[in-house]
C-alpha cells in the first residue's frame, strides 16, 4: 500500500489517475491547519459546470467507489437515484471531492 508524504503527491497522484483514464484535471486541497489526510481534496474538469452533459465525464467506478467511501457504506444503502449515472453529494460527472484518507484509499485499491 502506497502511503503518501506531502499533498503534493496525493495531488499529483489524482492527476495521473484520471490522466490515465484520458481526462485532463484540476487537483487540490482546501487550506487548512489539521493534517492533509483530513482536508477535502478534489478533481475538477476544468470548464464543466455541475452535472453539465460531458463529452467525456469522471468514470462512473471511480464516482461509485468515491461515494463508498465518503459515506462508509455500499452504495445501494445511499439512495443513489442512477447509478448508470452517480451525482450523490461531492461526487458528479464533473467532480469528486473527498477526504485525502479516501483518495489515499482509492489510488491504492486501483492501483492494485
Partial sequence: MKTFEKP???????KRLFKS?????RAGS???VRHWRDRYFSAVIPGA????????PIPNDIRRRSVELTYG?????CKVHDLEN???GNTMSNMVSML????????NEVSS
Wanted: no cysteine; proline share 5%.
Fill in 21 to 25: 483514464r484520458g481526462l485532463k484535471v
Fill in 73 to 77: 457504506r455500499p452504495i445501494e444503502e
Fill in 100 to 107: 485525502g484518507r479516501h483518495w489515499e484509499t482509492l489510488l
Fill in 30 to 32: 482546501t487550506p487548512g
Fill in 49 to 56: 459546470y455541475a452535472d453539465q452533459a460531458l463529452e467525456k
Fill in 8 to 14: 503534493a503527491e496525493l495531488t499529483t497522484a489524482i
Fill in 86 to 88: 452517480i451525482s450523490y
